[in-house]
């Protein structure tokens, strides 16, 4: 009867690992100095196929992040230049380290999350202005300005007011987006068609505006809340701290 060798017994592997508590802990260099699940899955390894192997830890203590002259860090740039034969996870995979070296089948999967401190609540007397985006409140300013020009065009033209009701005119259409009435009806159509169009657009938008802040006064609203990395990146004046050469490094510059 013809038995197979394991071509894996007589290798001897240089591992390169890195601490990453829970996962893996690194107290030395030694066999027995390693703990945590991926040690656990390493001797399983090792005692199945039977091979024998040197812990190496990587001079900067990093996992690999890629360089400007091509060469890597950390235990990636240990597998890449060869200079040892396994590295111990887990590690994060995307594109550029899947080009330099082969991962295993993952075993796990793990979401990041970011920690911030806690955000200073906005001033209540601010809340009022906050219903809207700034861009918002210029396009009903400009709209303002236009709406009280257009109106003292057409009636000066028409009924032959002076050009300096415009101040007279800018407080009425101002007026109007607290719902005070016209004191007169201006007799020119276009005027008149001028003059509705604006009172829908106030409609629409006090409607909308009354609902937003009613929303926003009804709930503690935080000053820039950091949700997601795009917030993240709007706030430089934030200290970032991470794992220096984990993928999340890379992933951020």
Do not use: C
């Amino acid at each position: 009867m013809e038995t197979q060798e394991n071509p894996w017994a007589t290798r001897h592997l240089r591992v390169a690992v890195e601490e990453w508590d829970p996962m893996i802990i690194v107290k030395g260099t030694d066999k027995s100095s390693l703990q945590g699940p991926m040690a656990d899955l390493l001797r399983y390894l090792a005692s199945s196929l039977s091979f024998n192997y040197t812990l190496l830890k990587p001079l900067d203590k990093q996992w690999g992040v890629p360089l400007q002259n091509g060469s890597w860090t950390g235990m990636i740039g240990m597998l890449h230049r060869k200079e040892a034969d396994l590295g111990l996870g887990p590690f994060g995979v995307n594109w550029e380290r899947f080009q330099v070296v082969q991962f295993s089948f993952p075993i796990s999967l793990e979401s990041s999350s970011a920690m911030v401190g806690q955000p200073g609540m906005m001033n209540p007397i601010f809340s009022v202005f906050s219903a809207f985006d700034v861009k918002i409140w210029v396009g009903i300013f400009i709209s303002l300005v236009l709406a009280t020009l257009l109106m003292t065009i057409s009636i000066h033209l028409i009924e032959g007011d002076s050009v300096y009701d415009l101040l007279r005119y800018l407080w009425y259409f101002t007026g109007s987006i607290a719902y005070q009435a016209f004191p007169r009806t201006p007799r020119p159509v276009s005027s008149r068609v001028l003059l509705g169009s604006w009172w829908l657009m106030v409609v629409v938008v006090m409607s909308a505006y009354s609902g937003v802040l009613i929303s926003t006064l009804s709930m503690h609203v935080r000053v820039n809340p950091i949700d997601s990395i795009k917030d993240l990146q709007n706030h430089p004046e934030i200290k970032i701290i991470m794992e220096k050469g984990a993928i999340e490094e890379y992933m951020l510059r």
